[in-house]
C-alpha cells in the first residue's frame, strides 16, 4: 500500500482529495470538507489530513489532523498540529496492518468518538 493507494480510495468513494505541504515540510493527503457522520460532533464539517508516510511497508502515522480545531485545544489527545495553526493535532493510534479501508474508517471512528 501507498499514500497514493489511500487517495485513489478515498477519491473513488466521493471524497475530495488534495495533497498539501505543511508548515513542517511534511506531506499530508487532505480529505476537504468532511462531514461527521456521527457522534457529538455530528454535521460537522471540517477538512482531514494524514501525514504521507514515505516507508515501505507503509506505517500510518498515529495522527489525525483536522482544521478547524473541533475540540477544546489540549483536551482528549490533541495539541496544536505541525502543519500549521489552523489544525488541531488528534493522537489516535492504529496498530492494525493498513489497508485504505481501515485507515478512513479509523479517521471516521476517531473523529465520532466524542
Known sequence: MTPDDL???LRSIGLTVEVLTG???LSY???????IPSGSLVGRGCDVAI???LGDP????SAIHT???LLEMGTFNTQQSPIGPEWQYWS????????TRLIW????????EH
Open 7 to 9: 487517495d485513489d480510495y
Open 23 to 25: 508548515a513542517d515540510d
Open 29 to 35: 493527503t487532505v480529505v476537504r470538507n468532511f462531514a
Open 51 to 53: 501525514q504521507r508516510p
Open 58 to 61: 507503509y506505517v500510518l502515522p
Open 67 to 69: 482544521r478547524p480545531a
Open 92 to 99: 489516535r493510534r492504529m496498530d492494525a496492518p493498513p489497508s
Open 105 to 112: 474508517a479509523h479517521v471516521i471512528s476517531a473523529l465520532t
